[in-house]
Every structure is written in structure tokens, then in C-alpha cells.
């Protein structure tokens, strides 16, 4: 992997420009990120509108790089993608996903979930149920207690094997879930041909959802058709009561979002858990 960096770093510099050059320091930096454990998960909790508590967690990766400080995963992931670090880093979020939820046995409900995100270049290597059953055998965590996370953009290269991959994962007892739902261009035909458990109603429904009557109809219908086809519905981005009282007035079951909490580190989440009831 190193050799190949060099080469493509040589084969750039003819035509270098300063945002290659960027590109290429922050993939090297990135080389290094896992073993100078530069990196951290942090949690954000999915509250019930029915009790208040916790139902499931979602785990978010965080960079914290030694000059320039935390690095929004927006901005370091598609680097991880593109170089193919990112298979080696999933592997170590998987593992410490799991770890910790099995750590947490004694301060959630049984049921709480753990989700991960999973990425379109992980969609694409086929040892990905291999490896993620080795996960849950070496860490002895219940398989229903992981959740995987999907975008619309995660499976539209190649649909029929993203199905069969969550197909396995589903027959594991892994429970899967459609992220970002709403802002790709073929959702409705990826309900019908894929095994969900939940739909997570993106962000941008939610943000207007008090004065935006348009928004408000999305989010009705979303909520609707997802309970028709079986499944439990999460909003993201969850940050005002008002929000709050109109997704639980429409059924939505959980919500995320800083109304709750902004994901935190491990320390943060397990002081967070012992206040449940959080609403
Ligand atoms: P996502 O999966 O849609 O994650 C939700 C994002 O919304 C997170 O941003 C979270 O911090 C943010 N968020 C949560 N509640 C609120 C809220 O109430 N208001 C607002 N404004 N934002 C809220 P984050 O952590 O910066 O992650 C950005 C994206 O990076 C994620 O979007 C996901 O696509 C990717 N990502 C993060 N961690 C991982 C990871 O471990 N693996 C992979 N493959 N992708 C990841
Ligand atoms: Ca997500
Ligand atoms: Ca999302
Ligand atoms: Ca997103």
C-alpha cells in the first residue's frame, strides 16, 4: 500500500496542484492515524418517544489529528474510501463498536442497538460478512445488538449484490437500516428490493419540520409508508421540542439529534445512560 501511495504521489506531481498536494498529505496522514490511535468513536443516543429512553446508539467516527485538531469525518471518509484504508479502519470501528456495547451490558436495556456506518467501498469487498461475524464471535456480542447503517449511495453501484449482502447479514441477525432516507433519487424501489428493519428520516425533513407544512407532509408519508412496510423509523437531526412533539405526534418511535445529545465519547455516553429516563 505504501509503494503504491508513492507511485500515485509521483505520477500527481506532474500536474500538481494545491489540492492534490492537500489530498496526498492528508492520506498520509491518515496511514498513520490507526496505529498512533488518532482515532475515536463517539455515541449518540436514539430516544423512544414512548419512555425516553435509549433504544439504540448510533457510533460516529472522530479524527483527532495531532496539529490541525478534530477532522469532521465528512471531510477525512471519502480520503479513507478512495486510498482503501478505509476497510482496515471499518474493521477497527466495528470492533470497537461492539466492544464497547458489550462493556455497556449492565447500564442499557437488552435491546439496545448499535449502529455503524457502513461505506460504499466496504459494500463493494465481498469478505465483508466474514468479517463481521468474526467481529461478534471474537467480542461475543448478541448479533441483534449490531445494526448497520446504509445510504442509498452505499448499494446504487451494485444493487443486487448489496441485497444478497444484507441478505447475510440479515440471516447473522444483524439488523439493518437505511440512512439519509429521502435525499437519493430511487428510495422508494430500494424499500421494496432490500431487507431494512429501520428508515432514518434525513435531516433535512426535520430541520423546518415546525414551520414547513411541505415538510411536515414528507415526514407524515415517510413515517407511513416505512410502518406499512414493517419497519421502525429514527429522525436524525432531532434539535428543537417542537420538532420532537410533532415527529412523536406522527409515530415516529426514535429520535436522534442534540435536543438529546450531541455524540460523545464513551465516558459521556455511560454518565448519560444512568440519567434515563432522558425525557
Ligand atoms: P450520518 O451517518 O448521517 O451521521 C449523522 C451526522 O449528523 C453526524 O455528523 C452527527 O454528528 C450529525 N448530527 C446528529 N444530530 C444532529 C443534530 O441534531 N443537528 C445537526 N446539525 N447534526 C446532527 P458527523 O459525525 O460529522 O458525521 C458525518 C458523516 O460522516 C456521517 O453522516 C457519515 O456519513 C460519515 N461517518 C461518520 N462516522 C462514520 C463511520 O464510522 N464510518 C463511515 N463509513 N462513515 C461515517
Ligand atoms: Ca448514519
Ligand atoms: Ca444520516
Ligand atoms: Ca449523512
Known amino acids: 500500500a505504501k509503494r503504491n501511495g508513492r507511485q500515485s504521489y509521483r505520477h500527481y506531481s506532474a500536474e500538481m496542484n494545491a489540492q492534490v498536494t492537500a489530498r496526498t498529505m492528508l492520506r498520509e496522514s491518515l496511514m498513520y492515524a490507526l496505529e498512533k490511535e488518532q482515532f475515536e468513536l463517539v455515541f449518540q443516543p436514539q430516544v423512544s418517544t414512548l419512555d425516553g429512553r435509549i433504544h439504540g446508539i448510533e457510533a460516529l467516527l472522530r479524527w483527532h489529528h495531532p496539529t490541525a485538531g478534530t477532522i469532521s469525518p465528512a471531510v477525512?471518509?471519502?480520503?479513507?474510501?478512495?486510498?482503501?484504508?478505509?476497510?482496515?479502519?471499518?474493521?477497527?470501528?466495528?470492533?470497537?463498536?461492539?466492544?464497547?456495547?458489550?462493556?455497556?451490558?449492565?447500564?442499557?436495556?437488552?435491546?439496545?442497538?448499535?449502529?455503524?456506518?457502513?461505506?460504499?467501498?466496504?459494500?463493494?469487498?465481498?469478505?465483508?460478512?466474514?468479517?463481521?461475524?468474526?467481529?461478534?464471535?471474537?467480542?461475543?456480542?448478541?448479533?441483534?445488538?449490531?445494526?448497520?447503517?446504509?445510504?442509498?449511495?452505499?448499494?446504487?453501484?451494485?444493487?443486487?449484490?448489496?441485497?444478497?449482502?444484507?441478505?447475510?447479514?440479515?440471516?447473522?441477525?444483524?439488523?439493518?437500516?437505511?440512512?439519509?432516507?429521502?435525499?437519493?433519487?430511487s428510495a422508494l424501489a430500494y424499500l421494496k428490493q432490500l431487507p431494512l428493519d429501520v428508515l432514518k428520516i434525513d435531516r433535512l425533513f426535520v430541520a423546518n419540520l415546525a414551520n414547513d407544512t411541505k415538510d411536515q407532509a414528507i415526514a407524515r408519508a415517510i413515517i407511513g409508508l416505512a410502518h406499512e412496510l414493517g419497519m421502525t423509523l429514527v429522525a436524525e437531526g432531532v434539535e428543537t421540542h417542537e420538532q420532537y412533539g410533532l415527529l412523536s405526534s406522527m409515530g415516529c418511535e426514535l429520535i436522534q439529534g442534540y435536543l438529546f445529545s450531541r455524540p460523545i465519547p464513551a465516558i459521556d455516553f455511560a454518565k448519560l445512560a444512568l440519567g434515563q429516563p432522558l425525557m
Open 76 to 185: 477525512f471518509i471519502p480520503v479513507l474510501e478512495d486510498s482503501g484504508l478505509i476497510v482496515e479502519v471499518s474493521l477497527w470501528i466495528l470492533r470497537t463498536a461492539c466492544a464497547q456495547r458489550m462493556a455497556w451490558a449492565d447500564i442499557l436495556d437488552d435491546s439496545v442497538t448499535m449502529a455503524v456506518n457502513l461505506s460504499a467501498r466496504q459494500f463493494s469487498d465481498e469478505l465483508i460478512c466474514k468479517h463481521i461475524q468474526d467481529v461478534i464471535s471474537d467480542t461475543g456480542m448478541p448479533a441483534h445488538w449490531l445494526e448497520v447503517e446504509v445510504t442509498e449511495s452505499t448499494v446504487i453501484e451494485d444493487i443486487d449484490k448489496g441485497r444478497r449482502i444484507l441478505e447475510d447479514l440479515h440471516k447473522l441477525g444483524i439488523r439493518t437500516a437505511m440512512d439519509d432516507f429521502g435525499t437519493g433519487y
